[in-house]
């Protein structure tokens, strides 16, 4: 039986969605190891619309996450209540500002910030059933709220957003582009990725370390 990883998706774009490139390169690593994915994406509302090319918000106009991050897988996603986790061996979560703002509204709250309800539901039963959890890039700083306090991810080395961590109960470790972090007992795994890279090669390699660590968790 091939090893089944979920991915949860935020929307298209780095800005407003889930950042494209760390989307592909992830669902790369895992073909290339032979693991099956399914993408899955809230059906809600984006928090706003930016054009990539400005990076200002388009005034007046609206789209669905869910909508906007098939666009990212092909048009192969499900809707994340639909998300079982009893059907996966993992769940990554790759970056992007869709996650402070379409799966949490940690760009506005801080560390004030809630997460989308059918987030939270949907990896509860990863953590119950000890699954391998991955998130990546902005992703990790909603560690604290979906899973709990006292588990160690990394976002890199910004001080505002691992001090958002740390205030929300969670434990930042200050990690390089090409590295992860993972907490062994709370078999999670994180990696900078765009919080860092300059270049796609720089996020590849964190990317690819992490799906292998998750390979490896999965057994």
């Not at 919080?195 to 964190?206: F, K, P, Y």
């Given at each position: ?15 407003d ?7 592909t ?6 073909d ?19 054009n990539h090319?400005?990076q ?28 079982n ?14 996650v402070a ?9 801080g ?14 039963g ?7 959890i991955?998130?990546m890039?902005?992703a ?6 979906l ?17 958002a ?15 992860i972090?993972?907490d ?7 990696t900078?990725a765009y ?6 090669s720089e996020?590849?390699?964190?990317i ?10 999965m057994?």
């Amino acid at each position: 039986m091939t090893k089944q990883v979920a991915v949860v998706l935020a929307g298209c774009g780095v800005f407003d969605g889930s950042e494209i490139y760390e989307t592909t390169l992830t669902l790369l690593r895992l073909d290339q190891l032979g693991i099956g994915y399914r993408c899955f994406a809230p059906d809600v509302e984006q928090h706003h619309v930016i054009n990539h090319l400005t990076q200002a918000p388009v005034e007046g106009d609206k789209r669905n996450v869910l909508q906007e991050s098939a666009r990212l897988a092909r048009g192969e996603i499900t809707p994340i209540t639909e998300l079982n986790a009893d059907e996966f061996d993992a769940v990554i979560v790759p970056g992007g500002f869709g996650v402070a703002k379409n799966l949490s509204d940690f760009a506005e709250q801080g560390d004030g910030m809630q997460v989308l309800e059918s987030l939270k539901e949907a990896l509860a039963g990863f953590k119950e059933e000890a699954k391998p959890i991955g998130l990546m890039c902005i992703a990790p700083v909603m560690v604290p709220r979906l899973l709990g306090d006292g588990i160690a991810v990394t976002i890199g080395h910004d001080p505002s957003v691992s001090g958002a961590i740390s205030a929300m109960g969670g434990l930042h470790r200050s990690c390089s582009v090409e590295d992860i972090v993972v907490d062994l007992e709370h078999r999670v795994v994180t990696t900078p990725a765009y919080m860092l890279a300059t270049r796609i090669s720089e996020a590849a390699t964190g990317i690819f370390k992490l799906v292998d660590r998750i390979d490896e968790m999965m057994g």
